[in-house]
Every structure is written in structure tokens, then in C-alpha cells.
């Protein structure tokens, strides 16, 4: 509670009043969400944790508080070395931001203290890594090491003068190269107020809220219930900005009611699931990835926001054609929430993402839109007696939020390893060229390398390691095609959101299944089918670069037409199901046109819509009953 407190007023006075240099805001919030890290806020479960913490001895196992060690573990408090470690992170990043000064001076001359120093938060921040995000994030890092030591050693392309420890300490503790490059300021700088504003309004009320306006939208229509999750879901994950936060906070609601409105288990668990993806897509505030794109490539956050929101609108109005034709192929009829939410009494929760949105939109910093957001959410909640939080809901505000921001600082600091060693060895340019030759030239398959480079990283990291990743290893080959730099970083950026749905490692998928009690991989295969248009629509902008808002109006509208064509024929070849029960030709002709209706041009979108007109004016098939059984 201590430190969730002193993290809050930190980021609000760097915010608001005085911010600090790189090396003294980024160290002090690394310390700050190591040790809520480290003392057991945001961990996930892991299986070895009991081997770790063996050596604080066997009382923590004996007296009844949960395994030794296991601080992901409810009612287990963190145990010796836990508190070691926190300890020893808050002293390497004091002793950084304390020496910051001195170190410039230095410069090329590391102390011994230094290197001490800086081989001890490689370690911590690999461990809290592990401890936040699970394997993933620190095989890759471990990897990037051992390309940084090896490079001699190596072949072709790959090969590099090699680098030894000093010369990575240095890199990597010592600048804003590393640890504390980019990905890390940017969650000093404004993802952790973000995130708290997420936590001030949800524990207003505010998901209550957006549920609400969300069914009077949606509610009475044709499987209107999990239309409802869908759009909750993406009003709410462009608040929070991480899929399987967004599982749990709206999922625990909106599947029970899918789930009583006549939808599958499984299948209400992956509407959750790909409608909680999309959430990290959806302006204004999207994801701790979009800050960080907007960042590295030095293009303004509202430019960035901008052009992702027609992208957006695609995901969503697939998901929701997709959950129409669901509901008619099941025969499912409209209908709402079966108990309404109060809306007038919440209204005015709204209002500070009003201004969040005006602060953005006059070009006024993340940090600075951030920092009045928290505040005027704040201020709205306490207003009124139905969204006024006692004093333990204002704590466990401030939990939330430290419990939100530390897996991503951890994530974000791990991937500076990754991004310290290819700015160092030079990786990025080479895996540009291996890119290139492999695909000959051609930008359809440099795509496709791409794509699947960012799903499988996606798969073991959390989204804003992956984009990191991609972005430094994968961006410069989209650019050297000719992709403009926006849409090659949005290109990244979306396939390393929608992993969250790919199997074999869905964590969102997982998540949902938890909560509707399903088979996890038969909810993860159907969120991704569900998804479908999070694969298809990234190709849609890199060939019609209108959907970023890249031409004339003319142009936008048209290529905005076709694309909503495109994204609802594949839902619909997706569900089977079109006014009627389809085929399975027709399923694949309408798959066909959405395919055609990727790349723009005459001749494309006339095939597309061929293919749109043969299916409606094919003979009549008889919709099967309530009762049928759904292929997916």
C-alpha cells in the first residue's frame, strides 16, 4: 500500500509539475514496480517458484500461509529472497539516478562499482521479467546476450565483432541505449498514469458504465448480449491496454450472460477474448505499444491514434457480423441485459476522457493529457455519493494500478535488453536484409515473414515486448519496401496485439476460458476465427494506405466501403451462416472476396464483389433449427 502510494504521487508530480531527467524517472519507477514485483503485485503463477525461494527455509510452507515462495499465490506473503531482490533493485537504480551526473562525465570509463551495479539489474530485471511475464520475455533476452557474446562465432549474415561483458554493462545500464531506453520511458513517462486513470474510473464505476451504454447500443439486437461484451470490451481496453486485464474485468460479467442467452461456453469465452484484443487497437488511448510506437518512429500520439481508428472500426464490425451471423445460424433471437445498469448517475464519468481527448487532440503530451485525466477522474468520482470511493477503494485504486503497470515496466525494461544488443551488434539491419533476400523484393511475402515473426514472438511475450522487438528487428525491411513508416509499425503492432488470440499460447483465450468454464484451446482456436479480421485488415492498410488516412476523402470513402465488405463477407464465410445457412463453396467463394478485397483496384474489388452477388442470388437453403449444432 506504501509503495502503491509513493507511485502514484511520484508520476503525478513528474506529470504535472516537474518531470526529471531520463536517468533519474526512469531508474526511480523501475524501483517503484520492481518492488511491488517483487513483494507479489502483478505476478503470474509459475511452477518453479518453490525451487527458487528454497532457501528462505520451510516456515513459509509450514505455517499455513501457501507454498514457499509462491508470491503469485493469494494469501502467501513474499518470503526472504523476495525481499532481497526488491532490496537490490531499489539500490541499482538509486545508485543510477544518484551517479546520472557523474556518469556523463565518465563516459567510456566504467567504475567498478558501475559494472557491479550493472550486472546486477540485468539479473534483477530478467528475474522480474520472468516473475511478470513468465519465460518467454527472458528467453528471447537470454538469446539476445548470447548474439551479443557470440557474434564472431557466427555465420554470414549473422556474424559481428562481438562484444564482452563490460562493453554490454556499459551499453546496457550505463546509457539510454538499454535498460532504460525507449520502452521504459515510455512507462515511466505516462503508461503508468494511464493505467491508474483506468483504475480511478473502474473502480468508479466506470466499466459499469461503458457496459451500460454499451447494451443500449447493441443490447436488443440479434445476440445483443455479446454484442454488448464486445463493444464494452472496447471501450474498456483502450482504457487499460492489456487483453487479459480486459478479460477479467468485463469478462466475469458479460460471459455468464452470453452464456445465458444461448451461446456455447466456449464460444462466449472467445467473444470475449477477440473483443478484449481489439481493445489494445482502439483509439483514443489504445495500448502501452501505441505510446511506445508513436515515440520511437517521432510521429505525434494523436497522428498515431488517428490513423489506427478506421483499422479499428474493421475489427470491431467483423467481430459483430461475425456474432450476428452466430446468433442467426443458432437461432438465437434479440435481447438485452436482463438487468439494466443505472446510466445518468455515471454519466459523468465520461468526462475525463473527454479530457484526455481534448488534451491529445491540441497536441499536448501523453504525460500532460495523462496527468489532468487522473485528476479530473478523480475529482468526477468523489462527486457524487454513487461513484465516491471509501478509503479502502481508493487503496485498492492505487493496487490496481501498481498491479497493471508492473508487468508492463517489466516487459518494457527486458525488451530494452533486447533493443540495447541490436542497436549494439546491428541485428536489425541484418535481419532487414535476411528479410529482403528471402522475399526476393516482394512485399506480399516480406508481409507474411513478417506477420508470422510477430505472432510467434507475440505467443510468449506480452504486446509491447513483442512490438519492441519486431519494431527494432522487422520495421526497416517494410520501410526499405516502400511500406510508409506508420503503416509498417502499425503492421507489427497489430499482429503483436491479435497473438493474444493465436494458439497455441492465447493468454486472453485462456484467460475467458477460465471465467466460462471451457476447453482452452478450443476457446483460443475459436477467438482466433473470431479475430479473422485482425489478420486480414493490417494487409489492408499496407496495399490501401486510405485506411490511415493516407489520401483524398473520395479515396478514404471508397476503400473504407470495400473494406467493411471485405471484413464482413469473411465473417460471414467464418460463421457459415448469410440470411441463411451456407455452403460449404459458399463459404469459401465469400472467403475468396474478402481475400480480393484486400488489394485495392478496380479489377480486385469487382472480383471481391462478384463473389458477394453469386452468394445472394443462390438458391434458398433453409436455416436450421435452435437446435442445430455450430461448426466453427
Given amino acids: 500500500m506504501a509503495v502503491a502510494v509513493v507511485a502514484a504521487l511520484f508520476h503525478l508530480y513528474a506529470a504535472g509539475f516537474s518531470p526529471f531527467t531520463a536517468l533519474i524517472q526512469r531508474p526511480i519507477h523501475l524501483a517503484l514496480m520492481a518492488i511491488l514485483g517483487f513483494l507479489g503485485v502483478g505476478l503470474v503463477a509459475t511452477s518453479d517458484d518453490e525451487e527458487l525461494d528454497e532457501v528462505e527455509g520451510d516456515e513459509a510452507a509450514d505455517d499455513g500461509t501457501g507454498v514457499a515462495g509462491d508470491d503469485s499465490q493469494e494469501g502467501s506473503g513474499p518470503g526472504l529472497l523476495s525481499w532481497i531482490l526488491a532490496g537490490l533493485s531499489v539500490a541499482v537504480c538509486v545508485y543510477l539516478a544518484a551517479e546520472s551526473q557523474e556518469l556523463v562525465q565518465r563516459s567510456g570509463s566504467p567504475t567498478t562499482w558501475d559494472l557491479v551495479f550493472g550486472a546486477a539489474a540485468v539479473l534483477l530485471t530478467l528475474e522480474l521479467a520472468r516473475r511478470t511475464t513468465g519465460w518467454g520475455l527472458v528467453a528471447v533476452c537470454v538469446l539476445a546476450l548470447g548474439y551479443a557474446v557470440t557474434g564472431p562465432y557466427l555465420p554470414g549474415i549473422l556474424a559481428h565483432r562481438g562484444y564482452g561483458a563490460v562493453r554490454l554493462i556499459e551499453h546496457l545500464y550505463l546509457s539510454t541505449e538499454g535498460i532504460w531506453g525507449v520502452p521504459l520511458g515510455v512507462s515511466a513517462d505516462f503508461v503508468y498514469l494511464f493505467v491508474l486513470f483506468g483504475a480511478v474510473l473502474d473502480r468508479a464505476g466506470g466499466g459499469a458504465l461503458l457496459i451500460a451504454l454499451a447494451d443500449k447500443v447493441a443490447g436488443r439486437t440479434r445476440g445483443g448480449p455479446a454484442k454488448t461484451a464486445a463493444v464494452a470490451s472496447a471501450f474498456m481496453g483502450s482504457l487499460s491496454g492489456s487483453a487479459v486485464a480486459n478479460v477479467v474485468t468485463t469478462g466475469s460479467f458479460t460471459i455468464p450472460l ?40 517521432n510521429i505525434p500520439y494523436v497522428e498515431v491514434a488517428s490513423a489506427a481508428a478506421i483499422p479499428a472500426l474493421l475489427y470491431y464490425v467483423a467481430l459483430l457480423a461475425a456474432i450476428h451471423f452466430r446468433a442467426g445460424y443458432m437461432g438465437i433471437e434479440p435481447g438485452g441485459l436482463a438487468k439494466r445498469e443505472p446510466v445518468m448517475e455515471r454519466l459523468h464519468l465520461l468526462i475525463p476522457l473527454a479530457i484526455i481527448v481534448f488534451f491529445l487532440a491540441s497536441g499536448r503530451s501523453p504525460m500532460r493529457a495523462a496527468f489532468w485525466g487522473v485528476i479530473s477522474g478523480f475529482v468526477m468520482a468523489v462527486l457524487r455519493p454513487a461513484t465516491r470511493p471509501s478509503v479502502l477503494g481508493a487503496v485498492e485504486m492505487l493496487e490496481s494500478a501498481g498491479r497493471g503497470a508492473v508487468q508492463v515496466a517489466a516487459a518494457c525494461a527486458a525488451a530494452g535488453i533486447v533493443v540495447g544488443v541490436a542497436s549494439l551488434t546491428g541485428i536489425g539491419l541484418r535481419m532487414s536484409e535476411l528479410i529482403i533476400t528471402v522475399s526476393q523484393g516482394n512485399l506480399l511475402v516480406a508481409l507474411i515473414l513478417t506477420a508470422m515473426g510477430s505472432v510467434v514472438l507475440g505467443m510468449g511475450l506480452p504486446t509491447t515486448a513483442a512490438y519492441v522487438v519486431l519494431a527494432a ?83 478514404i470513402l471508397l476503400v473504407v466501403l470495400t473494406a467493411c465488405t471485405g471484413v464482413t ?64
Avoid at 273 to 287: E, K, V
Avoid at 484 to 513: D, E, Q, R
Avoid at 604 to 614: E, R
Avoid at 621 to 630: A, D, F, L, V
Fill in 258 to 297: 452470453m452464456r445465458r442467452s444461448g451461446f456455447k461456453p466456449f464460444f462466449a469465452g472467445a467473444i470475449e477474448a477477440a473483443a478484449s484484443t481489439g481493445g489494445q487497437l482502439m483509439p483514443p488511448i489504445m495500448g502501452a505499444g501505441a505510446f511506445i510506437l508513436a515515440t520511437w518512429t
Fill in 473 to 555: 528487428l522487422g520495421a526497416p525491411a517494410l520501410v526499405e519496401l516502400g511500406v510508409p513508416l506508420l503503416g509498417a509499425h502499425l503492421f507489427i503492432f497489430y499482429f503483436g496485439c491479435i497473438s493474444n488470440v493465436t494458439p497455441p499460447v492465447s493468454l486472453a483465450a485462456f484467460a475467458a476460458a477460465g471465467i466460462a468454464d471451457s476447453p482452452p484451446v478450443k476457446t483460443a482456436f475459436s477467438a482466433a476465427v473470431l479475430a479473422g479480421a485482425g489478420f486480414l485488415v493490417p494487409f489492408m492498410f499496407v496495399y490501401g494506405p486510405a485506411l490511415l488516412l493516407d489520401g483524398s476523402p473520395g479515396e
Fill in 569 to 632: 463477407m469473411l465473417a460471414a464465410a467464418s460463421m457459415g451462416f448469410l440470411r441463411q445457412k451456407l455452403a460449404i463453396w459458399e463459404r469459401l467463394v465469400l472467403g475468396a472476396g474478402a481475400l480480393a478485397l484486400v488489394f485495392p483496384g478496380l479489377l480486385t474489388d469487382g472480383a471481391g464483389l462478384l463473389a458477394l452477388v453469386i452468394i445472394f442470388l443462390r438458391r434458398r437453403i433453409e436455416p436450421p433449427s435452435p437446435s442445430t449444432s455450430p461448426q466453427t
